[in-house]
């Protein structure tokens, strides 16, 4: 019930326009009054999700609460008129290419399920006939009322975070990052890298570098044949960046049982190895 009433009270503070911090410092000296008070990680987790709704505003009268996204207006006789827009949903980011350009929006709602669920959705489509970002919205399960307002919702959306979008492996254009489907090598701060390609990926990721070192690259010191598949694997990421602008190949010819197969499983296992469709 506290939980309850303290959310309810950090809901009205938003909706007044007050920020994370403000929030949690109204929400800590009313929590000093309560009987038994709620943990302090509670009041922070209240402050936090609060303040993904948007505040009531004044200039594009759209609303978010926890039932959903609602417009706001006055009618001519001074009473509020309250149109539900579409369940409750948030642009959690801008996303764009590396190079800037084929902005999407990245928005988060859950769907009538209550199942919490990501799209993207391009900006440019907004415009374009047959509204195919209404018909993602619907096919994954927002409850929309109405369609005209929920696209002036989207585009009169603000928000600070941003993300890159890859739609390849290997390397940038400017060799910023060699980009994985798991993210970008190396790590950068400041925005988040999201490779968004169609190909069929066939990287795998299993276990760690350590235990990597300790059963797999051990064995190759002294073995010329797995030291030279293992090297062979590291070298292709670095051809573009020593200006090879074609890919090399390295044929292993020898008699059966002579260890060819498991000197490619070694090499494979650099980029994630195993099953009829890994490397």
Known sequence: QQDNTLTSFAGTM???G????????????????????????DLERIAHSVVRYDPASSTDGFVLDDTGVYHESKSKDGNVLRVFVCGVLTLDAYARTTSSDAWSLLLSFKNRDGKPYELMVGAGSLETPGNKWLVDLLDAGLDVADNALLKRYLKTRKVDKRMRLVDRIGWTDDYRVFMLPSGPVPLLSGEEWVYKGHDRVLFG???????WRANVSKYCVGNYLLTFAVSSAFLAPLLPLLGATEGRAFHYFHDSSSGKTTALQVAGSVCGGGGKLGF
């Open 14 to 16: 938003r909706r007044a």
């Open 18 to 41: 007050a920020d994370e911090g403000t929030i949690l410092a109204a929400l800590q000296k009313v929590n000093s009054r309560c009987d038994p008070p709620v943990l302090e990680k």
């Open 205 to 211: 990721i299993k276990g760690t570098l350590d235990k």
